[in-house]
């Protein structure tokens, strides 16, 4: 519920959307730190994008304090207008050929030992921004080889298979693309992708490699019920998912759409127990979980989750 509270007795409201309160387990302190203004230096000077600064993500001081930052390629202008994003929305630029370079010059001078590259959507590109992806993991993999590569891609609408061919024999370690919410809400919520669309894309990943690992998450908050959300978790496992990412939707700004609940931790807490009940390798349930919040150690624990269950297959 919008908070009205601060309204002069005796005036009418204003006719400007309201900020609506977070709940104390949602605030975050502003970043301070020296390394995140390093970090935040180097994005600028090698002419990067993050999706950390565009999407208004609530964890960059914490991540950028790490020097863990994640790169949006592609430009920062995408070509769909999602309810949920903060991302603009418009006629995209000319594709940056440096990028691939600076993007792995960015990931050796950080010192990362696992990154995530994500993109705009590009409906305006043959490809979709395919050949992007895979310019910047061949990049990496000649630059930090040692660098575990995680990609999030968007869904590549009507070009799906050729774009996930050519990603995955690029060979990133983790393919991710996430369906954000239930199939109900896509209509207002993500009315430029279908739902069925975004399962198909992981499971062509699976298909074409069966030991990349596969990633995908949703955001809760946005009106979604209980059951819908375990029928996506069934859905992704049916898919082959193995990592599964939730949660709390934040709206960026009074122009996105509003947020229906504030989630609770034991909220989360429930769904985390139910969705390892039904099979993912790893996953990560919290009101200030995102896609790539702490990616690198969920990399590392999905890796060994996999290993010893193979182990136990095998005896």
Known sequence: MNDLSNAPQGEPASDQPVRQRKPDWIRVKAPTSKTY???????????LNTVCEEAACPNIGECWSKKHA???????????????CN??????????????????EAAAKLGLEHIVIT???????????????????????????????EILTPDFRNKMQGAVEAIVAAGPDVYNHNLETVP???????????????????????????????????MLG?????LEVHQVMDDMRCAGIDFL??????????KHTEVVEFVTPKAFGAYGAIARAKGFLQVAASPLT???????????????????QLLKTAR
């Open 37 to 47: 203004g390093a970090t935040r230096d180097l994005m600028r000077e090698l002419n």
């Open 70 to 84: 994640t790169v949006m390629i592609l430009g920062d202008v995408c070509t769909r207008a999602c309810a949920f």
């Open 87 to 104: 991302v603009k929305t418009g006629m995209p630029r000319a594709v940056d050929a440096a990028e691939p370079e600076h993007v792995a």
């Open 119 to 149: 993109s705009v959507d590009r409906d305006d590109l043959r490809d979709g921004g395919a050949s992007q992806f895979v310019k910047v993991i061949e990049a990496l993999r000649r630059t930090t080889p040692a660098t575990t590569i």
């Open 184 to 218: 109900r809400l896509y209509p207002t919520i993500r009315p430029g992708a279908r739902y069925y669309a975004s399962l198909r894309l992981l499971e062509e990943v699976k298909r074409h490699s069966p030991t990349v690992f596969t990633k995908s998450g949703i």
């Open 222 to 226: 946005l009106g979604e019920q209980r």
């Open 245 to 254: 990412t939730m949660g709390q939707y934040l709206r960026p700004t009074p």
């Open 290 to 308: 995102r896609s790539s919040y702490h990616a690198g150690d969920d990399f590392r624990q999905m890796r060994e989750a996999r290993e010893a």
